[in-house]
């Protein structure tokens, strides 16, 4: 039996807006992508991944996503996309798009209408807490992007999640809508013709329901109080079942799409993927420290793998870190002989090996 297209593919990751402006505005676009694709090709890769070309107010770089089913007046328009793919696919390219699933824009309906009365039943779709008694956020939780992961909404007595910047308010993956919601996402893009999807923040759909504080111990080195790096808010079990139902809904389309997740360094965890020959991902779940995390003999998106991309600069476990023989970075497998490297340039020597469990 064959194995998927994605176990030996390379991916290569399109930021749009500098990729190619072909209206001369200023600003990367989709058809300046899809006039550059036969130069991507060239390089030698398998697949290209659109960084979020969604309508945004680029408060993250378009991760901040108003609207799932649209492309940024920007960027272009949604027959733009399907040019991009159909060219894309005459070049025997795959595309896939970047899904974000842990939160939203602050301009998203669904945001807009939730603040807009503290009694709309929009609220369950986001996480709303009452501040501590003397104004200060629900808890301890810190951002990504710096300073409390809560701020106070904008006209009403609570306070929102944001693991990210203030205008991307987390999703409350615990309310049934918002996975039904991903679902009709997902086959939107799927029906277009989408090859599949990378999945950003792939381990922070569930935040713990109990919202309690970090508990702060002693670095063992300078004493000073830190958080507790055990204590997990995110990588909840029930992830896997989010993407299992992703998957059963990829594998329902000819031919085989793709869900995958990159490289991720937030909350004290480190995370890379890579593809093994059964077509599932495996993934390395270890906090700093070295323990292995509870939830962590799994991988939370089965199914599928980003070989090497900037977003996933690490080999896959226990495997060397450069390409042997030739000094590149960990890119694909040698079988693919002096194939250029599509994110470093590198070349690979033939009959260069790896080690037997690295040429999954």
């Not at 990729?19 to 030698?44: C, E, K, M, Q, Y």
């Not at 807490?129 to 992007?145: C, E, K, L, V």
């Not at 918002?178 to 893009?189: A, D, G, H, N, T």
């Amino acid at each position: 039996m064959p194995q998927p297209w994605w176990v030996s593919a390379v991916f290569y990751q399109i930021y749009v807006r500098s990729f190619a402006d072909s209206n001369d505005d200023g600003i990367g676009d989709l058809p300046g992508i899809t006039s550059r694709l036969d130069h991507v090709r060239d390089l030698g890769v398998d697949a290209i991944w659109l960084t979020p070309f969604y309508p945004s107010p680029q408060k993250d770089h378009g991760y901040d996503v108003a609207d799932y089913f649209d492309v940024d007046p920007a960027y272009g328009t949604l027959e733009d996309f399907d040019r991009l793919l159909a060219r894309a696919h005459e070049l025997r390219l795959k595309v896939l798009v970047d899904i974000v699933p842990n939160h939203t824009s602050d301009q998203h309906e669904w945001f807009k209408a939730a603040v807009a009365s503290p009694e709309s039943p929009l609220r369950e779709r986001y996480h709303f807490a009452d501040p501590r008694p003397g104004g200060s956020p629900p808890n301890n939780w810190t951002s990504s992007f710096g300073g409390p992961a809560w701020s106070p909404e904008p006209n009403g007595p609570q306070w929102y999640l944001h693991l990210f910047a203030p205008e991307q308010p987390d999703l409350n993956w615990w309310h049934p809508a918002v996975p039904e919601e991903f679902e009709r996402i997902l086959k939107f893009w799927l029906d277009r013709g989408a090859d599949g999807f990378r999945i950003d923040v792939a381990a922070a759909l569930f935040k713990r329901k109990d919202l309690a504080d970090r508990p702060l111990i002693a670095d063992r080195v300078t004493g000073a109080a830190r958080f507790d790096s055990a204590f997990g808010i995110i990588d909840q079990p029930q992830l896997h079942e989010v993407y299992r139902r992703w998957r059963q809904i990829a594998n329902e389309y000819e031919p085989d799409r793709v869900c995958s997740s990159t490289r991720a360094r937030s909350w004290g965890w480190k995370r890379s993927t890579f593809p093994t020959a059964s077509g599932r991902t495996r993934c390395s779940s270890t906090p700093k420290g070295g323990k292995r995390a509870a939830t962590g003999a799994g991988c939370h998106c089965p199914g599928a793998a980003v070989r090497r991309t900037r977003a996933s600069p690490g080999p896959p476990h226990g495997c060397p870190s450069r390409g042997p023989g030739t000094g590149s970075p960990w890119t694909s497998r040698p079988d693919r002989g002096n194939r250029p490297s599509a994110t470093s340039g590198g070349l690979w020597r033939r009959g260069d090996a790896w080690p037997a469990d690295c040429q999954r």
